[in-house]
Structures are given as C-alpha cells and as structure tokens.
C-alpha cells in the first residue's frame, strides 16, 4: 500500500496563499486518482480537487478559480496551490490516492484562514 506524507498547511490572512504537498512512498503504478479533500471538526468531509489518470482536473465550485490541483511525476507529489484564501476555507485536509480498488489517505494538515 503507497503511504502518503502531507507538508504545508499553516495560518495565513484572508486573501493569502498555501502550498500543502502530498509525497507518495511505494508504487504508484496503476493510479485512478489522486484528490485532495477538506473536513472540519462536525462537517462533512469536501472533495476539493481531483486529478485523474488522464490529468484531467475537477474542483468543487468553492474553491474553482482559487484552488490549482498538480502532481510532479518525478517525485510522486501532489500538490494543492490555493490562493485568494477565504476564512471560511478553514479546514484540515488530506490527501488520498485511488490505485485501482485500493484507496491511501494522508494524515490530514490543518489550513487556518484569518479575517
């Protein structure tokens, strides 16, 4: 099974910007997906972005326009560029890898918005 390891994350000002990655340890062959998703303590978990084989990338209408979704091959990362961050895009969020049947998950960052 990959194991996934998140970086990133942090406390930024409304209108600021992060960077959280996702690096994949073991064999990726075969990959469906990879998403990043967002869920806050009491809420449902978000799928934010999903990237498919075919690098074709889908957002949530909450984060379109804000949110840039980009693997580096190379070294299996995944990477999530939000900008124009909102208070209310407050969240913790991971990372998670579709191989086939089999779905890893990251250990989840916390991304805190100020106003």
């Known amino acids: 099974q990959v194991q996934l390891v998140q970086y990133g994350g942090g406390l930024v000002q409304a209108g600021g910007s992060l960077r959280p990655s996702c690096e994949a340890a073991?064999?990726?062959?075969?990959?469906?997906?990879r998403c990043w998703y967002r869920r806050a303590p009491g809420k449902e978990r978000e799928l934010v972005a999903i990237?498919?084989?075919?690098?074709?990338?889908v957002y949530a209408a909450s984060v379109k326009g804000r949110f840039t979704i980009s693997t580096y091959s190379t070294k299996n990362t995944l990477y999530l560029q939000m900008n124009s961050l909102k208070p209310e895009d407050t969240d913790v969020y991971f990372c998670?890898?579709?191989?086939?049947?089999?779905?890893?998950w990251g250990q989840g960052t916390q991304v805190t918005v100020s106003s």
């Open positions: 998670n890898v579709v191989i086939q049947s089999t779905v890893s």
């Open positions: 073991g064999n990726t062959f075969g990959t469906n997906a």
């Open positions: 990237v498919r084989a075919d690098g074709s990338p």
